[in-house]
């Protein structure tokens, strides 16, 4: 971990960029062990970003590990994304900011049952293989591409601000498509160099699948809209922000998950 995390720093140093990296757990959402760690059990991701010429130009990657609910299938979702974005306005008081993102996605098996059992053999914090978590895959591999775009708009004071969400992308040849309309309001609040926040916001989705093993029970809803919630908090100093996120009925599955981020600013902005 140390290593992954100075590998991190060195990197946004060099490139003089933003960067995100993100666990999303089910273990994150629950405060009563012992977890089922069925269903959406992990998420990983990494995002990175500089300025260019008025846009934020980067690039992401998404690791997700579906576990059958009451069964012993499983599903990866793993999403390589290039990402352009724009904002208009002023900086939290009225603005609108603008996402595109394209790239391939893949789904079957890429590596989330050997992380996983890995994990769980050194953590002791679930199953191992032998000892009953998921090991088979519902599909083969398969590829697809994923187009989509995110609007954010928002209005308000400084320090607190009402904002609404249009997210929407298709995914060909394997992965998700979906749609979602949000509305939330956010807040913060400075004490000297540091600055604490939080947010929440209800949602309304729908998603549809071209690999129906992401279906699998404790995975993605289909078919339907999808109402769900989020709520979460943040604290932040000099060019660094730790978040902590609790999503409900993350994907349309019924189950909440949730998140743990921490973004590093190395582009010349700071929080």
């Not at 994150?28 to 995002?47: N, R, V, Y």
């Not at 088979?136 to 609007?151: H, N, P």
């Not at 309304?204 to 093993?213: E, G, I, K, Q």
């Not at 999503?247 to 599955?253: C, L």
Request: glycine share 14%; charged share 20%.
């Amino acid at each position: 971990m140390k290593l992954v995390a100075l590998a991190i720093a060195c990197a946004t140093t060099a490139a003089h960029a933003d960067a995100r990296i993100a666990h999303g757990n089910d273990a994150f959402s629950e405060l009563d062990p012992p977890l089922d760690d069925q269903g959406f059990t992990t998420d990983l991701s990494f995002a990175m970003w500089r300025p260019y010429r008025g846009y934020l130009i980067g690039g992401s990657g998404f690791h997700r590990w579906l576990t059958e609910v009451g069964g012993n299938r499983r599903e990866d979702l793993l999403e390589v994304m290039a990402t352009v974005e724009r904002s208009w306005g002023t900086p939290r008081v009225r603005e609108l900011t603008v996402t595109l993102r394209s790239g391939p996605v893949f789904t079957g098996n890429w590596g989330g049952r050997w992380l996983q059992n890995g994990w769980h053999a050194i953590s002791g914090s679930g199953p191992t293989l032998d000892e009953g978590l998921a090991d088979t895959y519902a599909s083969d591999r398969a590829f697809g591409w994923l187009a989509g775009e995110r609007a954010v708009g928002a209005i308000g004071i400084p320090a607190m601000q009402a904002y609404g969400v249009i997210d929407a992308q298709a995914s060909l040849g394997t992965g998700v498509s979906s749609f979602e309309l949000a509305a939330g309001a956010r807040a913060f609040h400075r004490v000297r160099c540091v600055e604490l926040g939080a947010h929440a916001e209800i949602a309304l989705d729908r998603f549809a699948t071209s690999d129906d093993a992401l279906t699998l029970r404790g995975g993605y809803g289909t078919g339907s809209w999808q109402r769900a919630w989020r709520a979460g908090i943040h604290v932040a100093w000099n060019r660094t922000q730790i978040a902590y996120e609790y999503r409900a009925n993350e994907g349309g599955s019924g189950e909440p998950i949730g998140v743990l981020a921490v973004t590093i600013k190395q582009s010349g902005h700071t929080f």
